[in-house]
Protein backbone atom coordinates (compact mmCIF):
# COMPACT_ATOMS: atom_id res chain seq x y z
CA UNK A 1 0.00 0.00 0.00
CA UNK A 2 1.42 3.23 -0.89
CA UNK A 3 1.43 4.92 2.41
CA UNK A 4 2.87 8.37 2.30
CA UNK A 5 6.41 8.44 4.17
CA UNK A 6 6.27 10.03 7.84
CA UNK A 7 8.47 13.34 6.57
CA UNK A 8 7.95 16.60 8.84
CA UNK A 9 6.26 18.17 5.70
CA UNK A 10 4.42 15.43 4.80
CA UNK A 11 2.85 15.21 8.35
CA UNK A 12 1.97 18.85 8.85
CA UNK A 13 0.62 19.49 5.25
CA UNK A 14 -1.57 16.11 5.94
CA UNK A 15 -2.91 17.65 9.25
CA UNK A 16 -3.21 21.03 7.94
CA UNK A 17 -5.56 19.74 4.99
CA UNK A 18 -7.78 17.69 7.51
CA UNK A 19 -8.27 20.23 9.84
CA UNK A 20 -8.93 23.34 6.87
CA UNK A 21 -11.28 20.90 5.37
CA UNK A 22 -12.92 19.70 8.76
CA UNK A 23 -13.34 23.44 9.98
CA UNK A 24 -14.90 24.75 6.93
CA UNK A 25 -17.35 22.27 6.69
CA UNK A 26 -18.57 22.55 10.57
CA UNK A 27 -18.01 26.35 9.95
CA UNK A 28 -21.02 25.76 6.54
CA UNK A 29 -23.21 23.14 8.81
CA UNK A 30 -22.91 25.58 11.62
CA UNK A 31 -24.16 28.29 9.49
CA UNK A 32 -27.35 25.97 7.96
CA UNK A 33 -28.16 25.06 11.54
CA UNK A 34 -28.29 28.02 13.16
CA UNK A 35 -31.49 29.47 12.45
CA UNK A 36 -33.15 26.19 13.13
CA UNK A 37 -31.51 25.82 16.73
CA UNK A 38 -32.59 29.55 17.42
CA UNK A 39 -35.91 28.43 16.31
CA UNK A 40 -36.34 25.17 18.54
CA UNK A 41 -35.00 27.04 21.17
CA UNK A 42 -37.93 29.68 20.89
CA UNK A 43 -40.32 26.61 19.95
CA UNK A 44 -40.25 25.51 23.67
CA UNK A 45 -41.08 28.41 25.55
CA UNK A 46 -43.99 28.73 23.06
CA UNK A 47 -45.38 25.38 23.27
CA UNK A 48 -45.11 25.91 26.85
CA UNK A 49 -46.50 29.61 26.64
CA UNK A 50 -49.62 27.83 25.08
CA UNK A 51 -49.76 24.94 27.61
CA UNK A 52 -49.99 27.61 30.52
CA UNK A 53 -51.98 30.56 29.31
CA UNK A 54 -55.69 30.94 27.66
CA UNK A 55 -55.72 31.61 24.07
CA UNK A 56 -53.68 35.49 23.64
CA UNK A 57 -53.11 37.76 20.29
CA UNK A 58 -50.09 39.25 21.71
CA UNK A 59 -46.87 37.82 21.89
CA UNK A 60 -45.66 37.07 25.35
CA UNK A 61 -42.19 36.31 24.05
CA UNK A 62 -41.42 40.06 23.01
CA UNK A 63 -43.36 41.29 26.02
CA UNK A 64 -41.57 39.43 28.52
CA UNK A 65 -39.48 40.83 30.76
CA UNK A 66 -37.10 39.97 33.83
CA UNK A 67 -37.06 40.72 37.48
CA UNK A 68 -33.95 39.96 39.57
CA UNK A 69 -34.93 38.67 43.41
CA UNK A 70 -32.62 38.10 46.21
CA UNK A 71 -34.58 34.28 46.74
CA UNK A 72 -33.08 32.48 43.51
CA UNK A 73 -30.31 33.16 41.96
CA UNK A 74 -31.55 32.66 38.20
CA UNK A 75 -33.62 35.94 36.79
CA UNK A 76 -37.48 35.31 36.90
CA UNK A 77 -39.41 36.23 33.69
CA UNK A 78 -42.56 37.04 33.46
CA UNK A 79 -44.62 36.82 30.11
CA UNK A 80 -47.83 38.80 30.29
CA UNK A 81 -50.87 37.04 27.55
CA UNK A 82 -53.14 39.51 26.01
CA UNK A 83 -55.75 39.77 23.93
CA UNK A 84 -56.38 43.47 21.84
CA UNK A 85 -54.32 44.81 24.70
CA UNK A 86 -55.75 43.23 27.80
CA UNK A 87 -54.44 41.32 29.85
CA UNK A 88 -56.00 38.05 30.25
CA UNK A 89 -53.39 36.00 32.04
CA UNK A 90 -49.43 35.63 32.89
CA UNK A 91 -46.91 33.08 32.94
CA UNK A 92 -44.55 33.25 34.79
CA UNK A 93 -41.36 31.09 35.14
CA UNK A 94 -39.86 30.66 38.64
CA UNK A 95 -37.66 28.09 40.05
CA UNK A 96 -36.03 26.76 43.40
CA UNK A 97 -33.07 25.50 43.96
CA UNK A 98 -34.09 23.07 46.94
CA UNK A 99 -34.80 19.65 45.03
CA UNK A 100 -33.21 16.41 45.93
CA UNK A 101 -30.87 17.39 43.29
CA UNK A 102 -31.15 20.82 42.91
CA UNK A 103 -32.71 23.24 40.22
CA UNK A 104 -36.30 22.64 39.32
CA UNK A 105 -37.62 25.35 37.37
CA UNK A 106 -41.54 25.99 36.24
CA UNK A 107 -43.65 28.02 34.48
CA UNK A 108 -46.62 28.50 36.14
CA UNK A 109 -50.06 30.31 34.20
CA UNK A 110 -52.07 32.87 36.00
CA UNK A 111 -55.36 34.48 36.02
CA UNK A 112 -55.52 37.56 36.11
CA UNK A 113 -57.11 37.32 39.82
CA UNK A 114 -54.25 35.20 40.79
CA UNK A 115 -55.46 31.59 40.06
CA UNK A 116 -53.04 28.85 38.88
CA UNK A 117 -54.31 27.72 35.29
CA UNK A 118 -51.55 25.58 34.73
CA UNK A 119 -47.48 24.15 35.58
CA UNK A 120 -45.02 23.26 33.29
CA UNK A 121 -41.74 22.02 34.65
CA UNK A 122 -38.90 23.33 32.30
CA UNK A 123 -35.81 21.97 34.21
CA UNK A 124 -35.74 19.24 36.99
CA UNK A 125 -32.85 16.63 37.61
CA UNK A 126 -35.33 14.43 40.19
CA UNK A 127 -35.06 10.60 40.46
CA UNK A 128 -36.32 9.27 37.72
CA UNK A 129 -40.19 7.50 38.55
CA UNK A 130 -39.93 9.36 41.85
CA UNK A 131 -39.42 13.08 41.86
CA UNK A 132 -40.32 13.03 37.99
CA UNK A 133 -43.75 12.44 39.06
CA UNK A 134 -44.09 16.64 39.18
CA UNK A 135 -44.87 15.83 35.38
CA UNK A 136 -47.59 13.95 35.81
CA UNK A 137 -51.27 15.11 35.17
CA UNK A 138 -52.40 13.71 38.62
CA UNK A 139 -49.90 15.31 40.47
CA UNK A 140 -50.32 18.73 38.46
CA UNK A 141 -54.10 19.01 38.80
CA UNK A 142 -54.48 19.66 42.85
CA UNK A 143 -52.60 23.27 41.87
CA UNK A 144 -54.92 24.13 38.68
CA UNK A 145 -57.52 26.35 39.14
CA UNK A 146 -56.72 27.24 42.87
CA UNK A 147 -55.76 30.72 43.94
CA UNK A 148 -53.11 30.58 46.46
CA UNK A 149 -54.20 33.86 48.52
CA UNK A 150 -56.78 30.77 50.39
CA UNK A 151 -54.71 27.42 48.89
CA UNK A 152 -51.53 26.94 51.10
CA UNK A 153 -49.13 25.60 48.76
CA UNK A 154 -47.19 24.02 51.98
CA UNK A 155 -47.57 19.98 51.64
CA UNK A 156 -49.45 18.58 54.14
CA UNK A 157 -47.01 17.37 56.18
CA UNK A 158 -45.95 20.82 56.58
CA UNK A 159 -49.22 21.81 57.31
CA UNK A 160 -49.97 22.48 53.88
CA UNK A 161 -52.90 21.56 51.41
CA UNK A 162 -50.45 19.74 49.26
CA UNK A 163 -50.49 16.18 48.58
CA UNK A 164 -46.69 14.90 48.16
CA UNK A 165 -45.60 12.63 45.84
CA UNK A 166 -45.29 9.47 47.61
CA UNK A 167 -40.97 9.06 47.97
CA UNK A 168 -40.44 12.85 46.93
CA UNK A 169 -41.62 15.08 49.52
CA UNK A 170 -38.63 17.50 48.97
CA UNK A 171 -38.70 17.31 45.66
CA UNK A 172 -42.21 18.61 46.00
CA UNK A 173 -41.55 21.04 48.56
CA UNK A 174 -39.33 22.64 46.20
CA UNK A 175 -41.74 22.44 43.65
CA UNK A 176 -44.55 23.93 45.54
CA UNK A 177 -41.78 26.58 46.52
CA UNK A 178 -41.33 27.52 43.49
CA UNK A 179 -45.24 28.05 42.63
CA UNK A 180 -45.45 30.08 45.84
CA UNK A 181 -42.39 32.65 44.63
CA UNK A 182 -44.20 32.76 40.86
CA UNK A 183 -47.44 34.00 43.01
CA UNK A 184 -45.67 36.20 44.97
CA UNK A 185 -43.81 37.82 42.10
CA UNK A 186 -47.08 37.96 40.19
CA UNK A 187 -48.99 39.86 43.47
CA UNK A 188 -45.77 42.40 43.66
CA UNK A 189 -45.56 43.33 39.81
CA UNK A 190 -49.52 42.93 39.04
CA UNK A 191 -49.86 46.44 37.67
CA UNK A 192 -46.56 46.80 36.17
CA UNK A 193 -45.91 45.84 32.34
CA UNK A 194 -42.43 45.84 30.61
CA UNK A 195 -42.78 49.43 30.12
CA UNK A 196 -42.52 50.91 33.18
CA UNK A 197 -39.94 48.26 34.58
CA UNK B 1 -17.56 26.34 51.89
CA UNK B 2 -19.26 26.36 48.15
CA UNK B 3 -15.77 24.74 46.95
CA UNK B 4 -16.54 22.11 49.88
CA UNK B 5 -20.12 21.47 48.68
CA UNK B 6 -18.59 20.78 44.94
CA UNK B 7 -16.12 18.38 46.06
CA UNK B 8 -18.86 16.55 48.02
CA UNK B 9 -21.02 16.36 44.86
CA UNK B 10 -18.70 15.18 42.78
CA UNK B 11 -16.75 12.74 45.01
CA UNK B 12 -19.91 11.18 46.69
CA UNK B 13 -23.23 12.62 44.97
CA UNK B 14 -22.66 12.30 41.47
CA UNK B 15 -19.84 10.06 41.48
CA UNK B 16 -18.25 10.34 37.43
CA UNK B 17 -18.37 6.79 37.06
CA UNK B 18 -20.99 5.26 39.50
CA UNK B 19 -23.78 7.81 38.44
CA UNK B 20 -22.88 9.64 35.17
CA UNK B 21 -21.51 6.67 33.60
CA UNK B 22 -17.95 8.38 32.45
CA UNK B 23 -14.57 6.61 32.55
CA UNK B 24 -16.63 3.24 32.91
CA UNK B 25 -14.06 1.89 30.03
CA UNK B 26 -10.90 1.84 32.21
CA UNK B 27 -12.78 1.61 35.13
CA UNK B 28 -14.05 -1.95 33.91
CA UNK B 29 -10.46 -2.47 31.80
CA UNK B 30 -7.78 -1.57 33.88
CA UNK B 31 -9.59 -2.46 37.53
CA UNK B 32 -8.54 -6.33 38.20
CA UNK B 33 -5.84 -5.41 40.16
CA UNK B 34 -5.76 -3.12 43.04
CA UNK B 35 -1.94 -1.58 41.88
CA UNK B 36 -2.83 -0.91 38.12
CA UNK B 37 -5.87 1.18 39.69
CA UNK B 38 -3.71 3.31 41.82
CA UNK B 39 -1.46 3.92 38.38
CA UNK B 40 -4.74 4.98 36.21
CA UNK B 41 -6.17 7.44 39.31
CA UNK B 42 -2.81 9.18 39.60
CA UNK B 43 -2.33 9.84 35.55
CA UNK B 44 -6.18 11.05 35.40
CA UNK B 45 -5.87 13.25 38.56
CA UNK B 46 -2.89 14.44 36.32
CA UNK B 47 -4.21 14.52 33.07
CA UNK B 48 -7.99 15.48 34.15
CA UNK B 49 -6.87 18.79 36.11
CA UNK B 50 -4.44 20.10 33.32
CA UNK B 51 -7.03 19.55 30.67
CA UNK B 52 -10.03 21.53 32.62
CA UNK B 53 -7.82 24.73 32.88
CA UNK B 54 -6.20 24.36 29.61
CA UNK B 55 -9.55 23.98 28.18
CA UNK B 56 -11.48 25.92 29.79
CA UNK B 57 -9.58 29.37 29.45
CA UNK B 58 -9.28 28.31 25.58
CA UNK B 59 -13.15 28.51 25.48
CA UNK B 60 -13.45 31.37 27.89
CA UNK B 61 -10.95 33.43 25.74
CA UNK B 62 -10.57 31.95 22.38
CA UNK B 63 -14.19 30.39 21.25
CA UNK B 64 -16.34 32.67 22.89
CA UNK B 65 -15.11 35.61 22.11
CA UNK B 66 -14.76 34.77 18.45
CA UNK B 67 -18.12 32.76 18.30
CA UNK B 68 -16.89 29.83 17.44
CA UNK B 69 -18.75 28.16 20.43
CA UNK B 70 -19.58 25.16 18.02
CA UNK B 71 -16.03 24.13 18.00
CA UNK B 72 -16.03 22.82 21.10
CA UNK B 73 -16.14 19.44 20.86
CA UNK B 74 -12.90 19.29 18.22
CA UNK B 75 -10.77 21.77 19.90
CA UNK B 76 -11.15 20.26 23.55
CA UNK B 77 -10.35 16.47 22.09
CA UNK B 78 -7.51 17.52 19.88
CA UNK B 79 -6.00 19.76 23.40
CA UNK B 80 -6.81 16.65 25.42
CA UNK B 81 -4.42 14.06 23.14
CA UNK B 82 -1.90 16.94 22.48
CA UNK B 83 -1.64 17.11 26.37
CA UNK B 84 -1.60 13.72 26.92
CA UNK B 85 1.15 13.32 24.26
CA UNK B 86 3.20 16.47 26.12
CA UNK B 87 2.80 15.01 29.79
CA UNK B 88 4.61 11.85 28.69
CA UNK B 89 7.57 13.30 27.11
CA UNK B 90 7.82 16.18 29.91
CA UNK B 91 7.40 13.19 32.72
CA UNK B 92 10.21 11.11 31.01
CA UNK B 93 12.31 13.99 31.03
CA UNK B 94 11.37 15.45 34.12
CA UNK B 95 10.41 12.63 36.81
CA UNK B 96 11.76 9.23 35.75
CA UNK B 97 10.15 7.44 38.80
CA UNK B 98 6.98 9.12 38.19
CA UNK B 99 6.99 8.50 34.28
CA UNK B 100 7.05 4.55 35.14
CA UNK B 101 4.52 4.22 37.57
CA UNK B 102 2.05 6.43 35.41
CA UNK B 103 3.56 6.12 31.64
CA UNK B 104 1.62 2.88 30.48
CA UNK B 105 -1.75 4.71 31.71
CA UNK B 106 -1.05 7.76 29.53
CA UNK B 107 -2.20 6.95 25.88
CA UNK B 108 -5.31 5.50 27.64
CA UNK B 109 -6.47 8.28 28.52
CA UNK B 110 -6.89 10.37 25.35
CA UNK B 111 -10.27 8.19 24.84
CA UNK B 112 -11.07 8.27 28.61
CA UNK B 113 -14.72 9.98 27.97
CA UNK B 114 -13.63 11.21 31.75
CA UNK B 115 -11.47 13.97 30.73
CA UNK B 116 -13.18 15.20 27.98
CA UNK B 117 -16.81 14.65 30.34
CA UNK B 118 -15.01 16.75 32.93
CA UNK B 119 -13.54 19.38 30.73
CA UNK B 120 -17.51 19.79 29.10
CA UNK B 121 -19.46 19.89 32.19
CA UNK B 122 -16.80 22.36 34.26
CA UNK B 123 -17.92 24.67 31.73
CA UNK B 124 -21.58 24.58 33.11
CA UNK B 125 -20.79 24.78 36.46
CA UNK B 126 -22.95 27.75 37.86
CA UNK B 127 -21.19 31.15 38.56
CA UNK B 128 -18.22 28.95 36.91
CA UNK B 129 -14.72 30.32 37.25
CA UNK B 130 -11.57 29.14 36.36
CA UNK B 131 -10.42 28.10 40.57
CA UNK B 132 -14.18 26.15 40.17
CA UNK B 133 -13.53 24.63 36.97
CA UNK B 134 -9.69 22.61 39.04
CA UNK B 135 -11.39 22.31 41.80
CA UNK B 136 -14.55 20.43 39.87
CA UNK B 137 -11.41 18.69 37.96
CA UNK B 138 -9.84 17.57 41.27
CA UNK B 139 -13.03 16.49 42.95
CA UNK B 140 -14.19 14.53 40.16
CA UNK B 141 -10.76 12.84 39.41
CA UNK B 142 -10.86 11.85 43.34
CA UNK B 143 -14.49 10.67 42.80
CA UNK B 144 -12.92 8.43 39.70
CA UNK B 145 -9.94 6.89 41.77
CA UNK B 146 -11.96 6.22 44.88
CA UNK B 147 -14.60 4.16 42.79
CA UNK B 148 -11.78 2.07 41.01
CA UNK B 149 -9.73 1.66 43.95
CA UNK B 150 -13.04 0.05 45.72
CA UNK B 151 -13.81 -1.90 42.36
CA UNK B 152 -10.56 -3.31 42.26
CA UNK B 153 -10.14 -4.10 46.09
CA UNK B 154 -13.69 -6.18 45.55
CA UNK B 155 -12.51 -7.67 42.19
CA UNK B 156 -8.80 -9.00 43.72
CA UNK B 157 -10.94 -10.65 46.72
CA UNK B 158 -13.68 -12.22 44.08
CA UNK B 159 -11.31 -13.90 42.19
CA UNK B 160 -10.43 -16.45 45.11
CA UNK B 161 -14.56 -16.94 44.70
CA UNK B 162 -16.51 -19.72 43.29
CA UNK B 163 -18.78 -18.62 40.80
CA UNK B 164 -21.69 -19.92 38.47
CA UNK B 165 -20.11 -20.59 35.12
CA UNK B 166 -22.00 -18.02 33.26
CA UNK B 167 -21.86 -15.54 35.64
CA UNK B 168 -17.52 -15.38 35.36
CA UNK B 169 -15.81 -12.65 34.17
CA UNK B 170 -18.02 -9.42 32.55
CA UNK B 171 -21.46 -10.23 34.48
CA UNK B 172 -20.50 -10.61 37.68
CA UNK B 173 -18.11 -7.50 37.79
CA UNK B 174 -21.13 -5.34 36.05
CA UNK B 175 -23.07 -7.07 39.14
CA UNK B 176 -20.27 -5.41 41.59
CA UNK B 177 -20.17 -2.63 40.06
CA UNK B 178 -23.83 -2.55 40.24
CA UNK B 179 -23.77 -2.91 43.69
CA UNK B 180 -21.40 0.14 44.31
CA UNK B 181 -23.40 1.97 42.16
CA UNK B 182 -26.16 1.24 44.60
CA UNK B 183 -23.97 2.52 47.93
CA UNK B 184 -23.67 5.39 46.17
CA UNK B 185 -26.92 6.43 45.92
CA UNK B 186 -27.42 6.52 49.22
CA UNK B 187 -25.44 10.30 49.44
CA UNK B 188 -28.21 11.08 47.05
CA UNK B 189 -30.18 14.61 48.47
CA UNK B 190 -26.83 15.00 50.47
CA UNK B 191 -25.75 18.47 48.97
CA UNK C 1 -18.60 -15.33 -5.08
CA UNK C 2 -16.19 -15.77 -2.45
CA UNK C 3 -15.92 -12.02 -1.85
CA UNK C 4 -19.52 -11.95 -1.57
CA UNK C 5 -19.34 -14.63 1.22
CA UNK C 6 -16.93 -12.70 3.11
CA UNK C 7 -18.81 -9.62 3.13
CA UNK C 8 -21.27 -11.52 5.03
CA UNK C 9 -18.91 -12.63 7.61
CA UNK C 10 -17.95 -9.15 7.60
CA UNK C 11 -21.54 -7.37 8.31
CA UNK C 12 -22.53 -10.41 11.04
CA UNK C 13 -19.41 -10.36 13.06
CA UNK C 14 -20.44 -7.07 14.14
CA UNK C 15 -23.88 -8.03 15.24
CA UNK C 16 -22.49 -11.93 16.82
CA UNK C 17 -18.76 -12.33 17.13
CA UNK C 18 -17.28 -9.44 18.09
CA UNK C 19 -20.96 -7.43 19.22
CA UNK C 20 -19.20 -4.22 20.19
CA UNK C 21 -21.00 -3.90 23.54
CA UNK C 22 -21.46 -7.46 24.75
CA UNK C 23 -18.22 -9.12 23.32
CA UNK C 24 -15.43 -6.81 23.15
CA UNK C 25 -17.03 -3.95 26.17
CA UNK C 26 -16.19 -1.21 23.75
CA UNK C 27 -17.99 2.28 24.26
CA UNK C 28 -19.51 1.13 27.39
CA UNK C 29 -20.25 5.10 28.67
CA UNK C 30 -23.30 5.96 25.97
CA UNK C 31 -24.51 2.24 26.81
CA UNK C 32 -24.80 2.55 30.46
CA UNK C 33 -25.43 6.00 30.45
CA UNK C 34 -28.13 7.17 27.89
CA UNK C 35 -30.42 3.66 28.09
CA UNK C 36 -33.20 4.43 31.05
CA UNK C 37 -35.41 4.33 27.49
CA UNK C 38 -35.72 2.43 24.62
CA UNK C 39 -35.84 5.68 22.52
CA UNK C 40 -32.52 7.02 23.90
CA UNK C 41 -30.56 4.42 23.55
CA UNK C 42 -32.11 4.05 19.78
CA UNK C 43 -31.35 7.71 19.29
CA UNK C 44 -27.54 7.47 20.72
CA UNK C 45 -27.57 4.50 18.94
CA UNK C 46 -28.46 5.39 15.18
CA UNK C 47 -25.94 8.54 16.25
CA UNK C 48 -23.07 6.52 16.87
CA UNK C 49 -23.57 4.24 13.61
CA UNK C 50 -23.89 7.76 11.56
CA UNK C 51 -20.13 8.53 13.11
CA UNK C 52 -18.86 5.29 12.70
CA UNK C 53 -20.45 4.95 8.93
CA UNK C 54 -18.81 8.33 7.77
CA UNK C 55 -15.51 7.78 9.84
CA UNK C 56 -14.88 4.81 8.46
CA UNK C 57 -15.75 5.74 4.91
CA UNK C 58 -13.40 9.02 4.89
CA UNK C 59 -10.94 7.13 6.58
CA UNK C 60 -10.34 4.92 4.11
CA UNK C 61 -10.98 6.98 1.10
CA UNK C 62 -7.99 8.87 2.67
CA UNK C 63 -5.90 6.26 4.29
CA UNK C 64 -3.05 6.17 1.21
CA UNK C 65 -2.77 9.82 2.03
CA UNK C 66 -1.79 10.02 5.75
CA UNK C 67 1.31 9.32 6.73
CA UNK C 68 1.87 7.12 9.22
CA UNK C 69 3.10 8.90 12.21
CA UNK C 70 0.17 11.26 12.36
CA UNK C 71 -2.99 8.78 11.68
CA UNK C 72 -4.11 8.55 14.95
CA UNK C 73 -4.74 12.76 15.53
CA UNK C 74 -6.13 12.98 11.79
CA UNK C 75 -8.63 10.19 12.78
CA UNK C 76 -9.12 12.14 15.80
CA UNK C 77 -10.10 15.62 13.94
CA UNK C 78 -12.42 13.39 11.35
CA UNK C 79 -13.98 11.78 13.89
CA UNK C 80 -14.70 15.29 15.96
CA UNK C 81 -15.63 16.91 12.94
CA UNK C 82 -18.61 14.31 12.42
CA UNK C 83 -19.92 13.99 15.93
CA UNK C 84 -20.09 18.18 15.90
CA UNK C 85 -22.61 18.05 12.70
CA UNK C 86 -24.34 14.94 14.87
CA UNK C 87 -24.43 17.84 17.47
CA UNK C 88 -25.39 20.78 15.67
CA UNK C 89 -28.32 18.32 13.20
CA UNK C 90 -29.67 16.81 16.42
CA UNK C 91 -30.41 19.86 18.11
CA UNK C 92 -31.84 22.20 15.62
CA UNK C 93 -33.49 18.91 14.18
CA UNK C 94 -34.71 16.94 17.19
CA UNK C 95 -33.93 18.93 20.32
CA UNK C 96 -36.01 16.19 22.29
CA UNK C 97 -33.19 13.86 21.89
CA UNK C 98 -30.68 16.25 21.71
CA UNK C 99 -31.40 17.33 25.89
CA UNK C 100 -32.11 13.82 26.68
CA UNK C 101 -28.72 12.57 25.65
CA UNK C 102 -27.05 15.65 26.37
CA UNK C 103 -22.93 15.11 27.24
CA UNK C 104 -23.18 11.62 25.64
CA UNK C 105 -23.08 13.46 22.32
CA UNK C 106 -19.86 15.41 22.38
CA UNK C 107 -18.34 12.33 24.03
CA UNK C 108 -19.20 10.45 20.78
CA UNK C 109 -15.92 11.14 20.16
CA UNK C 110 -14.04 9.55 22.74
CA UNK C 111 -16.20 5.92 22.30
CA UNK C 112 -13.23 3.88 21.75
CA UNK C 113 -15.36 1.49 19.31
CA UNK C 114 -15.06 4.44 16.31
CA UNK C 115 -11.28 5.08 16.76
CA UNK C 116 -10.91 1.46 17.24
CA UNK C 117 -12.75 0.66 13.73
CA UNK C 118 -11.01 3.38 11.68
CA UNK C 119 -7.30 1.89 13.34
CA UNK C 120 -7.87 -1.58 13.38
CA UNK C 121 -9.84 -2.05 10.22
CA UNK C 122 -10.88 0.89 7.55
CA UNK C 123 -7.08 1.87 7.39
CA UNK C 124 -6.46 -1.44 6.28
CA UNK C 125 -9.36 -2.14 3.85
CA UNK C 126 -11.21 -1.27 0.98
CA UNK C 127 -13.98 1.11 0.96
CA UNK C 128 -17.03 -1.33 0.38
CA UNK C 129 -15.85 -3.57 3.34
CA UNK C 130 -15.33 -0.52 5.56
CA UNK C 131 -18.90 0.30 5.30
CA UNK C 132 -19.65 -3.04 5.57
CA UNK C 133 -17.90 -3.03 8.87
CA UNK C 134 -19.15 -0.08 10.12
CA UNK C 135 -22.62 -1.11 8.86
CA UNK C 136 -22.41 -4.68 10.75
CA UNK C 137 -20.56 -3.31 13.99
CA UNK C 138 -23.15 -0.01 14.24
CA UNK C 139 -25.89 -2.12 14.22
CA UNK C 140 -24.61 -4.75 16.36
CA UNK C 141 -24.16 -1.75 18.31
CA UNK C 142 -27.46 -0.48 18.56
CA UNK C 143 -29.08 -3.25 18.95
CA UNK C 144 -27.35 -3.73 22.56
CA UNK C 145 -28.17 -0.01 22.92
CA UNK C 146 -31.80 -0.84 22.21
CA UNK C 147 -32.19 -3.97 23.99
CA UNK C 148 -30.60 -2.56 27.64
CA UNK C 149 -33.25 0.55 27.05
CA UNK C 150 -36.39 -1.66 26.49
CA UNK C 151 -35.43 -4.11 29.33
CA UNK C 152 -34.78 -1.24 31.43
CA UNK C 153 -37.64 0.78 30.86
CA UNK C 154 -40.17 -2.34 30.48
CA UNK C 155 -39.18 -3.18 34.41
CA UNK C 156 -38.58 0.25 35.44
CA UNK C 157 -40.99 2.47 34.02
CA UNK C 158 -43.41 -0.34 32.64
CA UNK C 159 -43.39 1.20 29.04
CA UNK C 160 -42.01 0.77 25.89
CA UNK C 161 -41.05 3.16 23.48
CA UNK C 162 -43.15 5.69 25.51
CA UNK C 163 -46.20 2.96 24.94
CA UNK C 164 -47.21 2.73 28.41
CA UNK C 165 -48.42 -0.80 29.70
CA UNK C 166 -48.99 0.05 33.52
CA UNK C 167 -50.76 3.37 34.98
CA UNK C 168 -48.85 6.87 35.62
CA UNK C 169 -48.62 6.19 39.08
CA UNK C 170 -47.96 1.79 39.22
CA UNK C 171 -45.17 0.77 41.46
CA UNK C 172 -42.80 0.01 39.47
CA UNK C 173 -38.73 -1.27 39.33
CA UNK C 174 -37.36 2.06 39.76
CA UNK C 175 -34.23 0.58 40.42
CA UNK C 176 -33.71 -0.24 36.94
CA UNK C 177 -33.96 3.45 35.47
CA UNK C 178 -31.77 4.68 38.07
CA UNK C 179 -27.77 4.43 37.83
CA UNK C 180 -27.48 0.90 39.34
CA UNK C 181 -29.66 -0.58 36.97
CA UNK C 182 -27.89 -0.14 33.89
CA UNK C 183 -24.97 -2.12 35.27
CA UNK C 184 -27.52 -4.57 36.88
CA UNK C 185 -29.85 -4.84 33.67
CA UNK C 186 -26.40 -5.05 31.11
CA UNK C 187 -24.93 -8.12 33.54
CA UNK C 188 -28.07 -10.22 33.09
CA UNK C 189 -28.42 -8.93 29.51
CA UNK C 190 -24.79 -10.50 28.99
CA UNK C 191 -25.45 -13.68 30.90
CA UNK C 192 -28.06 -14.23 28.00
CA UNK C 193 -26.49 -12.85 25.24
CA UNK C 194 -23.34 -15.41 26.30
CA UNK C 195 -25.85 -18.42 26.27
CA UNK C 196 -27.67 -17.74 23.14
CA UNK C 197 -24.62 -16.98 21.10
CA UNK C 198 -22.95 -20.66 22.42
CA UNK C 199 -25.88 -22.48 21.43
CA UNK C 200 -25.67 -20.78 18.06
CA UNK C 201 -22.01 -21.47 17.06
Known amino acids: MGKKASTFTNMTLTLFV ?38 FNNSPIDDMWKLKTEVVKDSIEIYPGMIDGERIGSAIVASSEKGY ?67 ATITTRAYSEAVQLAYDILMENKTQEKTNE | MEY ?61 PMGMEYLRTITFILVIASLVQMVEIILKKVSPALYQALGVFLPLITTNCAVLGVAILALGLEDASLLKAVVFAIANAIGFALAIVVFSSIREKLELADLPEGMKGVPINLLVAGLLSLAFLGFAGLV | MSEKIDQKQNFLKGIIKDNPVFVMLLGMC ?28 VVSIIKSQVPAKVRIPAFIIIIASFVTIVEMVLEAFIPFLYEQLGIFIPLIVVNCLILGRAE ?82
Open chain 2, 4 to 64: ILIIIAAVFVNNIVLSQFLGICPFLGVSNKLSTSVGMSGAVLFVMTIATLVTYLLYQFVLT
Open chain 1, 101 to 167: NGLIKIMVGFKPDGSIINIRVLEQKETPGLGTKIKNEKFISQYRDKNPATFNLKVKKDKGEVDAITG
Open chain 1, 18 to 55: ITVVAGISLGYINQVTEGPIAQAKLQRTTNALNDVLPE
Open chain 3, 120 to 201: AFASKNNLLSSIIDALGMGIGFTIALVALGASRELLGSGSLFDFRFVSEDASTLILFILPPGAFIALAYLSIIFNKVTAKMT
Open chain 3, 30 to 57: PVLGVTSTAFNGLGMGMATLFVLLMSNI
